[in-house]
């Protein structure tokens, strides 16, 4: 194996072990790409939404939680993730 096989192995399972710990934070975290799109999120958002991971991944933050502005709705083009 190379070195740099084991750096990747090595970085896969912190990151493993990071979802695994960030999973059972009571508070919602929810990673996007710079397009709003949801790349990952735990399951306290998973339950806010009442949806399962598989129906939420992929999907844009602003379609899953639209930010409201006095009561009104604000427009896709300035919501802060967009």
């Given at each position: 194996?190379?070195?740099a096989d084991?750096?990747?192995?090595?970085?896969?399972?912190?990151?493993?072990k990071?979802?695994?710990?960030l999973?059972?934070?009571?508070?919602?975290i929810?990673?996007?790409?710079?397009?709003g799109?949801?790349?990952?999120c735990?399951?306290?958002?998973?339950?806010?939404?009442?949806?399962?991971r598989?129906?939420?991944?992929?999907?844009l933050?602003?379609?899953?939680?639209?930010?409201?502005?006095?009561?009104?709705?604000?427009d896709v083009?300035?919501?802060?993730?967009?």
């Amino acid at each position: 194996m190379s070195n740099a096989d084991l750096q990747i192995n090595q970085l896969r399972a912190t990151l493993s072990k990071m979802e695994i710990a960030l999973s059972t934070v009571e508070e919602c975290i929810v990673w996007t790409n710079s397009h709003g799109q949801i790349k990952w999120c735990n399951a306290s958002f998973e339950r806010l939404l009442g949806q399962p991971r598989l129906f939420i991944l992929g999907t844009l933050l602003f379609e899953k939680l639209p930010l409201l502005l006095d009561r009104q709705l604000v427009d896709v083009n300035d919501h802060p993730v967009e």
